[in-house]
Structure formats: structure tokens, C-alpha cells
């Protein structure tokens, strides 16, 4: 059974930091690429951030280039989601997906075959 579990969100001040983790588990996962979405309260989910297990090619929302990192750890199967100078418009829940390597695009939800539950963010100003 495929599992995706996020933990390393909570509250943290404008201009803090924080690391999201993705632990998987179930299958391998190294032809997949392994995405960052993350969910505001009343808005669409969107793309924050997405990583080719195999290649290491890694892409990112305008919104966080430049601020969020992130990097997978193929031993560990763990994907790491490194945010920096948060800020408040960044809260949100933020979710760990994966998907095949050539199966739809890295930045549409629709494209992802699994998902984890969520961590939330929440960055106070």
C-alpha cells in the first residue's frame, strides 16, 4: 500500500523558516516525480514546488522561486521541502504528491496518482 506522509509544518513568524518532510513508502518511487501543493482556506490547491526522483531536475511556483527549496533523499525516499523567509501568504496546507515521470504534467493536481494528508503551515506576521 502506497503511503505518503508529511510532517514539519506549524507556526512560525514572517521570515522564519521551516523543512517539510514526505516520507514514502509502498513502492518505488524512483521513475516518479515528487511534488509540493500546498491549499489556502477558500482557494484552489496549487503547485508549489516538484522534484524528478530519477534525473533530480527540480521545478517551482513563481511564487516561491528564489525562497523554497527542494531536494529528495533517494536512500531515505523522503523528499524535503525547504521553506525560507516565509510569509504570512504562504499558510496554507501543504501537501506531498507523486505521479509518473511522463504521466501528465509536474504542476497540474490532476496529474498525481498519490497524495499525502497534509501538514499545516501557518506563518504569522
Known amino acids: 500500500q502506497v503511503q505518503l506522509v508529511e510532517s514539519g509544518g506549524g507556526l512560525v513568524q514572517a521570515g522564519g523558516s521551516l523543512r517539510l518532510s514526505c516520507a514514502a513508502s509502498g513502492r518505488s518511487f524512483i521513475f516518479y516525480i515528487m511534488g509540493w501543493f500546498r491549499q489556502a482556506p477558500g482557494k484552489e490547491r496549487e503547485f508549489v514546488a516538484a522534484?524528478?526522483?530519477?534525473?533530480?531536475?527540480?521545478y517551482y511556483a513563481d511564487s516561491v522561486k528564489g525562497r523554497f527549496t527542494i531536494t529528495g533523499d533517494n536512500a531515505k525516499n523522503t523528499v524535503y521541502l525547504h521553506m525560507t523567509v516565509l510569509k504570512p501568504e504562504d499558510t496554507a496546507v501543504y501537501y506531498c504528491?507523486?505521479?509518473?515521470?511522463?504521466?501528465?504534467?509536474?504542476?497540474?493536481?490532476?496529474?498525481?496518482?498519490?497524495w499525502g494528508q497534509g501538514t499545516q503551515v501557518t506563518v504569522s506576521s
Open positions: 504528491a507523486a505521479k509518473p515521470t511522463f504521466s501528465g504534467s509536474y504542476y497540474s493536481t490532476s496529474s498525481y496518482n498519490y
Open positions: 522534484i524528478s526522483r530519477s534525473g533530480g531536475n527540480s
